[in-house]
């Protein structure tokens, strides 16, 4: 099984529309979770933190299922811009080096 | 300011140069990191640096050399590479290494051709 796993897409959702995403990790160790999103041929950039209690960033919600090592990404009313690779990223060992999915790709069209 | 620093954005460099990457951070970060990404890949983790020492290798080869000489600057040296060498190098920093919460904050990247 692999470490992280995501859907790689493409997802192509109109303007406006809901879109989620899924992860599932193996490492139950695993403490810290984040969402990254990488525009084509630019750096990782933080989206958000992922807690078990779950988190709302504006359009973005994050939640955390521990019994089941499932995160998830919701995004309301997609804009253009939202139109990138998100990554699900776990922690791996103490040193808290990540450990990445291999992205879900979002096409959001007018 | 969540800003890491790499240079040069760009390198074309042959099989038998010598060249280095430099990354800084000023976020007072004690964890630096450098990456590698392959198109279409996610970042894979080649070398973790906590306070100032080399703390994870992740069997990358001897032809890159990481080197950090204070806690704000990192780099990567580079002698007798293989094509296959080309990709993005990334770089990252967090608040605190032991403690995992903190999020890695991560440079532009240095994208490498070797030829």
């Known amino acids: 099984r692999k470490e992280v796993e995501q859907d790689p897409g493409p997802f192509n959702v109109p303007e406006g529309a809901t879109v989620a995403f899924n992860c599932t990790y193996s490492?139950?160790?695993?403490?810290?979770f984040f969402w990254y999103r990488q525009d084509c041929r630019k750096e990782p950039k933080l989206l958000m933190s992922?807690?078990?209690s779950g988190n709302e960033d504006g359009r973005f919600t994050a939640q955390l299922n521990r019994a089941s090592q499932y995160i998830s990404l919701l995004i309301r009313d997609s804009k253009l811009s939202d139109s990138a690779t998100y990554l699900c990223?776990?922690?791996?060992?103490?040193?808290?080096?990540?450990?990445f999915g291999k992205g879900t790709k979002l096409s959001v069209k007018p | 300011d969540t800003e890491v620093t790499q240079t040069p954005k760009h390198l074309v460099m042959g099989m038998t140069n010598k060249k280095s990457l430099k990354c800084e951070q000023h976020?007072?970060?004690?964890?630096m990191y450098w990456y590698k990404q392959k198109a279409k890949k996610p970042p894979e983790l080649m070398f973790v640096?906590?306070?100032?020492?080399?703390?994870i290798n992740e069997s990358v080869p001897s032809r890159f050399s990481p080197e950090c000489p204070n806690s704000s600057l990192l780099n990567l040296h580079l002698h007798a590479l293989q094509p296959e060498d080309s990709a993005l190098y990334l770089c990252?920093?967090?608040?605190?290494?032991?403690?995992?919460?903190?999020?890695?904050?991560f440079g532009p990247g240095t994208r490498l051709t070797v030829t």
């Open positions: 640096y906590s306070y100032e020492k080399l703390s």
């Open positions: 976020m007072g970060h004690r964890a």
């Open positions: 990252a920093s967090s608040q605190e290494p032991r403690d995992s919460s903190y999020e890695q904050y």
């Open positions: 490492n139950s160790a695993s403490q810290s």
């Open positions: 990223v776990v922690t791996g060992g103490s040193q808290g080096n990540l450990i």
């Open positions: 992922v807690y078990s």
